[in-house]
């Protein structure tokens, strides 16, 4: 590959150089706080946080399977306690890894590394990014939108025809991209455009072979994409494949599938154990919740639920191999209600959780004797009964307790401490909030 005729310089005027139709539209552009200025102009990004990165070791790398996985402590946001060690039952032989993307020459190197893992195992690279992107002289290179929520709504087929379309018409021209400086363009890299490579045609230059979900950025995917990879997973022989999967940075969008595929792989294994160690892998905490204003909030609230909702989907359906399927799931008539704790002083005291809602209310949707299952949203999900009395379950057991005479309804532990065992630790951020659902 010719090296390509790099001039760095910091400018914004030499943005528009960067595509005729980089300033087409217009929409507004979020600052770090979640607010708006006054307008937005999408630009083609540097898919690193540096000009040169590209050339440098891949970033958000891990290989879990036997004697290269590595659980590290995680950022301290997540409020996770550090000697908390999650079940590695499985990963020897998940045999799978993930990372940021990729450049044409980290690719070589990170097609190196799994050939020598995988041995005589199928490999696939799974493309998680909505967003169009594509190699330019090797470099990666991608659309940004505000957001990085590009191709919104598309199908594979619209996506994989706007990238021809976007980059091809590069060859033999100059053009200008940018490193992402929040959501603005930051430092500027000039090149010709000797070359253009859509990712599929790289990975299959290695002889691997290529799946891409057109997953969006920040988001819990939409239903029936979660049915295409489920129906992807459930058509491979699992102990035969190595899977690869990748996003912009490699830890949102990436942890998503591969705590689904390690779900799959090992159902056995908690959903909390499992969200833990993937994001101990590298990953994002799946499970993290904030109340803020940011537009980000609201979208981790549904993220943290809804991988929730998937391992009982998983727990539920694995014995048929999910003949039904995950959208299908959410669509049962099953008997649901929604509530939060505010009750502070009653979690960080005791470890009970108070619902914010009167005994009346819950019981004429439920009753004493249900088996519901009770989501405390990014936390922990549990199969509990509606009793009156703590004693009604055996010490060390969750109970739904309302005492018969009370409005209040709590989820405690028979001589134990619910929040503890739910991981709820000084940083939690309230309200909580709740999903009750009935056992099937």
Not at 199 to 227: C, T
Request: aromatic share 10%; net charge negative; with cysteine.
């Amino acid at each position: 590959m010719k090296k390509p005729l790099l001039i760095l310089f910091m400018s914004f005027a030499l943005l528009a150089a960067c595509s005729d139709d980089s300033s087409s539209s217009s929409v507004g552009n979020p600052k770090d706080n979640g607010g708006e200025v006054a307008e937005f102009h999408p630009f083609y990004r540097i898919d690193r946080d540096n000009v040169d990165e590209w050339k440098e070791p891949l970033d958000n790398l891990r290989f879990l399977t036997a004697d290269k996985y590595e659980l590290k402590d995680v950022d301290e946001k997540y409020d996770l306690d550090p000697a908390y060690a999650p079940s590695e039952e499985g990963l020897a032989t998940l045999n799978i890894s993930g990372s940021a993307q990729f450049s044409e020459l980290q690719f070589k190197d990170l097609a190196e590394s799994i050939r020598e893992l995988a041995g005589n195992k199928k490999v696939y690279i799974i493309d998680c990014r909505s967003e169009s992107h594509a190699l330019v002289n090797g470099i990666a290179i991608s659309y940004f939108e505000q957001h990085n929520w590009g191709n919104q709504g598309l199908t594979l087929k619209e996506v994989e025809a706007d990238e021809q379309e976007r980059f091809g018409k590069m060859v033999g021209t100059e053009q200008t991209f940018n490193e992402k400086d929040g959501e603005s363009p930051g430092e500027a890299m000039t090149l010709k455009v000797e070359s253009v490579m859509m990712e599929r045609e790289l990975v299959e230059s290695e002889g691997f072979e290529y799946k891409r979900i057109v997953a969006l950025n920040n988001h819990w995917q939409e239903p029936e994409m979660i049915d295409e990879f489920i129906d992807f997973v459930k058509g491979l022989d699992m102990d035969k494949v190595w899977l690869h999967f990748h996003c912009q940075a490699g830890k949102g969008r990436t942890a998503i599938f591969m705590v689904i595929y390690d779900m799959m792989k090992n159902p056995d294994v908690s959903m909390r154990d499992i969200v833990i160690r993937q994001a101990k892998a590298g990953g994002n905490y799946l499970l993290y919740t904030e109340k803020s204003d940011h537009y980000k909030s609201p979208l981790f609230d549904d993220i943290a639920e809804k991988v929730q909702l998937l391992y009982l989907y998983i727990q539920e359906n694995k014995a048929t191999n999910y003949k039904v399927k995950w959208s299908e799931w959410l669509k049962k008539d099953v008997t649901t209600l929604t509530t939060t704790v505010s009750d502070t002083g009653s979690v960080m005291k005791s470890g009970k959780l108070n619902f914010d809602m009167s005994a009346d209310s819950f019981l004429k949707t439920f009753d004493y004797g249900d088996i519901v299952t009770v989501l405390v949203v990014g936390y922990g999900t549990v199969d509990v009964p509606v009793a009156a009395n703590y004693d009604d379950v055996n010490a060390g057991e969750f109970v739904l307790r309302i005492k018969k005479g009370s409005d209040k309804i709590t989820l405690g532990i028979n001589n134990g401490n619910a929040a503890s065992v739910l991981g709820i630790g000084d940083k939690v951020h309230f309200p909580l909030s709740i999903v009750v659902r009935m056992k099937e």
